[in-house]
C-alpha cells in the first residue's frame, strides 16, 4: 500500500500470475494506514471462501 497523490492509494499486488508486472490497484482511499487495513481484512474474509468447480 502506498500513497501516490491527493488522497490516492495503490495496492500493487505480486503474485506467479502477475509478473514480471504487479496487479495494481488505484484509487481515492482513507489514508495509506487505513485504507490497508480495509483492504487486509477484506482479503482475510475471503479465505475462507471454497472454490467451485
Known sequence: M????????????????YQPIP???RGYGAGAAVTSAGVFS???RTLS???QV
Open 2 to 17: 502506498a500513497k501516490v497523490k491527493d488522497g490516492e492509494n495503490a495496492l500493487a499486488i505480486h503474485s506467479r500470475y
Open 23 to 25: 496487479f495494481v490497484l
Open 42 to 44: 477484506d482479503i482475510m
Open 49 to 51: 471462501w471454497q472454490q
